[in-house]
């Protein structure tokens, strides 16, 4: 069993600042691609941001120069800082991880979510 578990998340103003942590913890031979999605009500979950093993990124447009992803790979953690937070951006947020197991196969977890809010 592999496991991922979000924190961070909160109510901040426009304009503030927050960073969500995600932990995988389990049955891990090694982590490929983390990354962060989104949901808002009524929408499609949608990508954020995404970081390879190497630590090559990827952004959607419309978080480009405000968020930022990061990865601890000896702790099996990834992070998004979020700055300049705007009321758009408030949604669910998910961890997701293409975690190669002990028994070398490979699968796509995704935390349980953590809510951001941005109020005006």
């Known amino acids: 069993q592999v496991q991922l578990v979000e924190s961070g998340g909160g109510l901040v103003q426009a304009g503030g600042s927050l960073r969500l942590s995600c932990a995988a913890s389990g049955d891990i031979f090694s982590i490929n691609n983390m990354g962060w999605y989104r949901q808002a009500p009524g929408r499609q979950r949608e990508l954020v941001a995404r970081i390879t093993s190497s630590n090559n990124t990827d952004y959607a447009d419309s978080v480009k120069g405000r968020f930022t992803i990061s990865r601890d790979n000896a702790k099996n953690m990834v992070y998004l800082q979020m700055n300049s937070l705007k009321v758009e951006d408030t949604a669910v947020y998910y961890c997701?991880?293409?975690?190669?197991?002990?028994?070398?196969?490979?699968?796509?977890?995704w935390g349980q979510g953590t809510q951001v809010t941005v109020s005006s």
């Open positions: 997701n991880a293409g975690v190669v197991r002990l028994s070398r196969s490979s699968f796509r977890y």
